[in-house]
């Protein structure tokens, strides 16, 4: 059973950095999409950053390009660095996984991740 496990985040003031990551497990197929979303309060969930497993540019939001990195290690944990955060960065970030290509140009919509880790809250203060 594929398990992914969040950990990170926190409040911070503006122009500060903070950083998550996502252990994924028992995952039984070695090229999948990793991928970050955040949903903030009253508005509808959004892909942050995403990357392949088998290579490739990884994919940002134009909102983040910039000042979020997105990454991951052998040992098949994500990260997300998130630097010079601005208060419209407040949300409930989500890690997902999904047997599906991403890249720099695409990103797919939530609906296509089938395994999401618990949300991790990120607060910015103006």
């Known amino acids: 059973q594929v398990r992914l496990e969040a950990s990170g985040g926190g409040s911070v003031q503006a122009g500060g950095s903070l950083g998550l990551s996502c252990k994924v497990s028992g995952a039984t197929y070695n090229t999948y999409c990793m991928a970050w979303f955040r949903q903030a309060p009253g508005k509808e969930r959004e892909g942050v950053a995403g990357?392949?497993?088998?290579?490739?540019?990884p994919y940002y939001a134009d909102a983040v390009k910039g000042r979020f990195t997105i990454s991951r290690d052998a040992e098949d944990t994500l990260y997300l660095q998130m630097n010079m955060l601005k208060p419209e960065d407040t949300a409930e970030y989500f890690c997902?996984?999904?047997?599906?290509?991403?890249?720099?140009?695409?990103?797919?919509?939530?609906?296509?991740?089938?395994?999401w880790g618990q949300g991790i809250q990120v607060t910015v203060a103006s």
């Open positions: 990357i392949y497993t088998a290579g490739g540019s």
């Open positions: 997902a996984a999904g047997h599906i290509f991403c890249g720099e140009d695409q990103m797919p919509v939530e609906q296509r991740f089938g395994y």
